[in-house]
Nanobody, 121 residues
Framework: VQLQASGGGLVQAGGSLKLSCAASGAIARIDDMRWYRQTPGNEPEPLVTVSRSGEARNAADFVKGRFTVSRDNAKNTMYLQMNNLKPEDTAVYLC???????????????WGQGTLVTVSS
């Protein structure tokens, strides 16, 4: 199983980006998916969780009103629509998921490679 985040890039303050996190491989079911972000020298910071039903949970205060999480279960993909970006949003954005493989009896958690978002002032 692999998770791959994409969609990052350079954007001016006030702009928007939409990130994707796609899971691939032998997958029976994906439970919660999460977005994190990380800046140099710091631990990953949790942004928001999206349940299998699409319910957003545990959103950080700075996410509310600017970022929207969604997912497409048929594509095993999660999205993060980010609006009104600020320079302090500059970070590597990482995704995380709880995945059940066809031959497994329990879920395992996986981290994806991140995608860099740079917001210029």
């Amino acid at each position: 199983v692999q998770l791959q985040a994409s969609g990052g890039g350079l954007v001016q303050a006030g702009g928007s980006l939409k990130l994707s996190c796609a899971a691939s491989g032998a997958i029976a079911r994906i439970d919660d998916m999460r977005w994190y972000r990380q800046t140099p020298g710091n631990e990953p910071e949790p942004l928001v969780t999206v349940s299998r039903s699409g319910e957003a949970r545990n959103a950080a205060d700075f996410v509310k009103g600017r970022f929207t999480v969604s997912r497409d279960n048929a594509k095993n993909t999660m999205y993060l629509q980010m609006n009104n970006l600020k320079p302090e949003d500059t970070a590597v954005y990482l995704c995380h998921a709880s995945i059940l493989q066809p031959s497994a009896h329990s879920y395992r958690t996986y981290w994806g490679q991140g995608t860099l978002v740079t917001v210029s002032s």
